[in-house]
């Protein structure tokens, strides 16, 4: 499955890469593929009940970029994760530097599918036109269109006219706000830092009425692209089921 | 006296308690000439464009700022040159005749660390930290959900996020600034803190642990929700050492609106 991925991805392999099996046994033969955005508890538990052995997650298995759990080495939770897929006899494949390296990027592409936009500007990647709306009514369409509860936050003036935007998803860096926002009214980004691209999107309003951020959280952004993720792999391996499991936004809000 | 010579009566204090000046440190001058007479200065969690702004307009013309000034921790500015904002605000900082010095690795040696007693100081927490674990509080108990109302109406936050069951029960909260949300264990209820990667952390240990029936919870205040207060501190730190020039509180400010 692994390989037929490789030959199929048209990006080449990485020899440095967070890409790979993370857990279970490599050679056993794949009953069921579950894909998406962060392998939980519940997610293994719901791919295994459905007769999936093979979970393909975009973000890390164990609390850490390199799955390393740390301090949490013989903490019961990170145990009772580490039994179910001793148990379950699962495989955990991490997938995430190299589905996100395909040009155009399918993340992006599969974001603003999800919010029903598809006029890409030309000449500017990520880059959609929308019908006219405030920053404010930018916010409220993104909210009634993908699964947020608590984790949406705004940076800009709420009555900034906004008609185009830049697509964001995952972690958002300063680069990508500096470039895109030359081009752009606002970026829907995923996890900007606080350091980064959230105080240089509030010093632009220096130049009235500068630009706007909506920040919709790193699993919400990341969910269509997933989604899309088991789509192409259905295509590569048809003669597995293969099923995208979503994650919720994991935040809530006192004001919500 | 000079913006240089501030420093030097910061670092000269820094020495008496015990703590050196390091050699590799972002604690350095980002913008304005370290020669200029100083009239007044402000303390801020992030020097942006509306705290200079507002720092100017007090008279106060040198800004000692937590967070970086030019939008990353080294404040490099090389990627940003022909940036429009970023000339806008070196510009307003050379017409105002204004300085900016960064004070970070050298304010979380202090002890207690400012950032988390300003914290703990507006969450109203100061006297429930346990005598033993640095940066545990054992607070009187209560639900996530309580807990949460609390902290949003103490700090006056608009985007604080929570993850976790709004109605478990809270007695032992970790509390760290910034970046540095503490990592949560069995033996914490609670993590609260400024901002986290989303991924590789917390949130999952959460997802997961309600999966086996345990709950834990975190509170994200946003950073500067989470830093501003200490730099009240550490105002208050610095005015005895320069009697002679005025020294305030400028708050960033939290950054984000929300909607409904």
Same mark, same amino acid.
């Not at chain 1, 052995?53 to 970029?65: D, G, V």
């Not at chain 1, 935007?165 to 900007?192: C, F, I, N, R």
């Not at chain 1, 706007?212 to 790193?218: D, K, P, Q, S, Y």
């Not at chain 2, 300003?118 to 959900?145: C, D, F, N």
């Given at each position: 499955m692994a390989d037929r991925i490789r030959a199929n991805l048209g990006v080449a392999w990485r020899s440095?890469?967070?890409? $790979?099996?993370? *857990? $279970?046994?490599?050679?056993t033969a794949v009953t069921g593929i579950a894909v998406t955005v962060l392998a939980t508890t519940d997610v293994l538990r719901r791919a295994a009940a459905a007769g999936q052995n093979l979970i393909i997650t975009q973000?890390?298995?164990?609390?850490a970029t390199n799955d390393?759990? $740390?301090?949490? *080495?013989?903490d019961p939770v990170y145990l009772a994760k580490k039994a179910l897929i001793d148990e379950q006899h699962l495989i955990v494949f991490r997938f995430t530097e190299h589905w996100n390296a395909r040009q155009p990027n399918e993340a992006a592409k599969a974001l603003a599918a999800a919010l029903k936009w598809t006029s890409e500007v030309s000449g500017a990647p990520q880059t959609y036109r929308i019908s006219e709306t405030s920053l404010e009514g930018l916010a409220a369409q993104v909210r009634s269109r993908l699964p947020i509860r608590g984790g949406l936050r705004i940076v800009g003036q709420a009555g900034l006219q906004v008609r185009t935007v830049y697509l964001a998803p995952g972690t958002t860096s300063l680069a990508m706000a500096v470039t895109s926002l030359q081009k752009a009214d606002a970026v829907l980004a995923g996890e900007p830092r606080e350091w980064e691209a959230v105080p240089y999107t509030l010093d632009t309003w220096s130049s009235n009425p500068g630009k706007g951020l909506i920040a919709i959280g790193r699993m919400v952004s990341e969910g269509p692209g997933m989604s899309a993720c088991a789509a192409w792999l259905r295509s590569i391996v048809p003669e597995v089921r293969v099923e995208s499991l979503p994650v919720m936004d994991p935040y809530w809000s006192v004001n919500a | 006296m000079t913006a240089q010579e501030t420093v030097g009566r910061i670092q000269k204090k820094l020495q008496e308690l015990g703590i050196a000046w390091r050699?590799?440190?972002?604690?350095?001058?980002?913008?304005?000439?370290?020669e200029t007479e100083v009239k007044g200065i402000g303390t801020t969690g992030m020097a942006t464009f509306d705290v200079l702004r507002r720092a100017s307009a007090a008279g106060k013309n040198f800004v000692i700022t937590h967070e970086p000034t030019f939008y990353n921790h080294q404040d490099q500015t090389g990627d940003l040159e022909n940036d429009p904002t970023y000339q806008a605000k070196q510009r307003f900082i050379k017409d105002n005749n204004m300085v900016v010095f960064r004070f970070h690795d050298h304010a979380h040696a202090l002890q207690p660390d400012p950032l988390v007693a300003g914290s703990a100081r507006m969450l109203g927490w100061t006297q429930y930290a346990s005598p033993t674990e640095p940066r545990i509080y054992v607070l009187p108990a209560t639900t996530l959900r309580e807990l949460a109302v609390d902290v949003a109406a103490k700090l006056k936050g608009k985007a604080i996020r929570v993850a976790g069951d709004p109605d478990m029960k809270v007695t032992r909260v970790a509390l760290g600034p910034g970046y540095g949300v503490p990592t949560l264990t069995s033996s914490v209820d609670v993590a609260v803190g400024g901002e986290a990667a989303e991924s590789g952390g917390n949130v999952e240990y959460i997802l997961d642990a309600a999966a086996d029936g345990h709950k834990k919870g975190v509170i994200l205040l946003g950073h500067m929700m989470s830093e501003d207060w200490g730099m009240k501190e550490v105002a208050d730190w610095l005015r005895p050492l320069v009697p002679e020039i005025p020294v305030g509180w400028v708050p960033a400010g939290e950054p984000f609106i929300t909607s409904r």
């Amino acid at each position: 499955m692994a390989d037929r991925i490789r030959a199929n991805l048209g990006v080449a392999w990485r020899s440095q890469t967070v890409d $790979g099996f993370r *857990a $279970g046994e490599p050679s056993t033969a794949v009953t069921g593929i579950a894909v998406t955005v962060l392998a939980t508890t519940d997610v293994l538990r719901r791919a295994a009940a459905a007769g999936q052995n093979l979970i393909i997650t975009q973000e890390p298995l164990y609390y850490a970029t390199n799955d390393d759990p $740390g301090n949490r *080495a013989k903490d019961p939770v990170y145990l009772a994760k580490k039994a179910l897929i001793d148990e379950q006899h699962l495989i955990v494949f991490r997938f995430t530097e190299h589905w996100n390296a395909r040009q155009p990027n399918e993340a992006a592409k599969a974001l603003a599918a999800a919010l029903k936009w598809t006029s890409e500007v030309s000449g500017a990647p990520q880059t959609y036109r929308i019908s006219e709306t405030s920053l404010e009514g930018l916010a409220a369409q993104v909210r009634s269109r993908l699964p947020i509860r608590g984790g949406l936050r705004i940076v800009g003036q709420a009555g900034l006219q906004v008609r185009t935007v830049y697509l964001a998803p995952g972690t958002t860096s300063l680069a990508m706000a500096v470039t895109s926002l030359q081009k752009a009214d606002a970026v829907l980004a995923g996890e900007p830092r606080e350091w980064e691209a959230v105080p240089y999107t509030l010093d632009t309003w220096s130049s009235n009425p500068g630009k706007g951020l909506i920040a919709i959280g790193r699993m919400v952004s990341e969910g269509p692209g997933m989604s899309a993720c088991a789509a192409w792999l259905r295509s590569i391996v048809p003669e597995v089921r293969v099923e995208s499991l979503p994650v919720m936004d994991p935040y809530w809000s006192v004001n919500a | 006296m000079t913006a240089q010579e501030t420093v030097g009566r910061i670092q000269k204090k820094l020495q008496e308690l015990g703590i050196a000046w390091r050699s590799q440190t972002v604690d350095t001058f980002k913008a304005g000439a370290p020669e200029t007479e100083v009239k007044g200065i402000g303390t801020t969690g992030m020097a942006t464009f509306d705290v200079l702004r507002r720092a100017s307009a007090a008279g106060k013309n040198f800004v000692i700022t937590h967070e970086p000034t030019f939008y990353n921790h080294q404040d490099q500015t090389g990627d940003l040159e022909n940036d429009p904002t970023y000339q806008a605000k070196q510009r307003f900082i050379k017409d105002n005749n204004m300085v900016v010095f960064r004070f970070h690795d050298h304010a979380h040696a202090l002890q207690p660390d400012p950032l988390v007693a300003g914290s703990a100081r507006m969450l109203g927490w100061t006297q429930y930290a346990s005598p033993t674990e640095p940066r545990i509080y054992v607070l009187p108990a209560t639900t996530l959900r309580e807990l949460a109302v609390d902290v949003a109406a103490k700090l006056k936050g608009k985007a604080i996020r929570v993850a976790g069951d709004p109605d478990m029960k809270v007695t032992r909260v970790a509390l760290g600034p910034g970046y540095g949300v503490p990592t949560l264990t069995s033996s914490v209820d609670v993590a609260v803190g400024g901002e986290a990667a989303e991924s590789g952390g917390n949130v999952e240990y959460i997802l997961d642990a309600a999966a086996d029936g345990h709950k834990k919870g975190v509170i994200l205040l946003g950073h500067m929700m989470s830093e501003d207060w200490g730099m009240k501190e550490v105002a208050d730190w610095l005015r005895p050492l320069v009697p002679e020039i005025p020294v305030g509180w400028v708050p960033a400010g939290e950054p984000f609106i929300t909607s409904r």
